[in-house]
Each structure stands twice: as structure tokens, then as C-alpha cells.
């Protein structure tokens, strides 16, 4: 059964804090994750990754994945009040090792909420 | 305006009631995914085409659902008899290739099943 897993739920900081969001996965036939930020519409992307190890970084925000230990982290450095947010974390899999039945699952998200 | 959109943005009906949603993909997309997210929760998958043709449903798309891509651009989504549980947003996504796995969201419709 396909899973992949957030924490922290919710996580509530102050301006200039840094967060660490988790994403853990388990799937058949990994091939990639990616994050999204959700606000009060539909999510918009923010990275994709496919290979462990190497840091995706877009500002403030970095990424990385360990397709080793199953697990991707999002860094966001400085926080600001426009960072608040839904974070999603989805795992691009396959069900059959010949690519013809690729799917996305979510994780059900981490709430940033940034203070001023 | 070159993103995916959706239409209506907003749906109100009755239980029992037919609805239907279309969903118009980036235009050189050849994949286009339907997805159904409740609050709190992330999107869950229901199906996808790659061009006219539907190559996955989940188990969660029950017989009342159904979706259609006929020429291969724009997609359609119908739920038939509605029930309450079906309130819900409904997001339509779009990516260029099998190789090129990053999927664009529309605004998603969200529908109220009073």
C-alpha cells in the first residue's frame, strides 16, 4: 500500500525562524517527489527531486531527498508571513514497473503559520 | 492566460442531483489527472488520461463518477446522483510527458452537496 507521511501536522513559528518540514514515503517504483505549497487555492509547485542527495534550492526554500532511508526534508531559511501555508509533499510512483500506470500520491500536508 | 484552468469555480446542488466539471489542460500537456481534496487533507488521486485515453482510476472513483477526454485537450468529470460525502474540491492537473512528472494544478471547482 502506497503511504507517504508529513510531520510535523502543524508547526507555528515567528518571522526570521527556520523550519524543517519531513516527508517520509513508502511506494512501489519510486521516480520522484515533489513538494507544493498550498494556499486558499490550488497548490502551486515548488521542486521535484529524483536523486538522492542533491539539494534543490529556489531563495530561501531548499529541498533534498534520501531515496536510501525513504525520506525528503523542505528548508525554508528567514521565514516571512507569505511563507504561511499548506506544504504537500507527493510521491510520483508506478504501479507496474513499465510505466504505464504512474501515479501521485499526497501526503496530507504541514500548516506553516508564520507571526510577525 | 497559458495555466490549466477549471470551470465552474464553484458548484452548489442538491443531493441526487447530476453534476459535471471540465478541465482544460496547459496546452502541449498530454496528461491530465483528476483529483478530489477534503479539508485537512492532501489531494487524493481519481484518474488520469495521457491524451484521449484513461489509463488509471482508483479504487475511490466510485460507478456514479465518471470522466471523459475525448480529443485528447480538454477533460470532463461528471458525478451522477450526488450524495453529501461528494462536497469536496475537485482539481484538475496537467504535465508535458511521462518523462517530465511535474504536474500544474488548476483552481480547482468546489463542490457543496447540500
Redesign the interface.
Known sequence: EDK?VQSPLSLVVHEGDTVTLNCSYEVTNF??L?W?KQEK?????LF?LTSSGIEKKSGRLSSILDKKELFSILNITATQTGDSAVY?C?V?WE?FSS???????????TQLTVLP | DTGVSQDPRHKITKRGQNVTFRCDPISEHNRLYWYRQTLGQGPEFLTYFQNEAQLEKSRLLSDRFSAERPKGSFSTLEIQRTEQGDSAMYLCASSLSVRKDTQYFGPGTRLTVL
Open positions: 507517504v521516480r520522484s515533489l507544493y487555492k490550488a497548490p502551486t509547485f521535484m504537500l507527493a510520483v504501479r510505466g504505464s500506470a504512474r501515479q501521485l500520491t499526497f501526503g496530507s500536508g
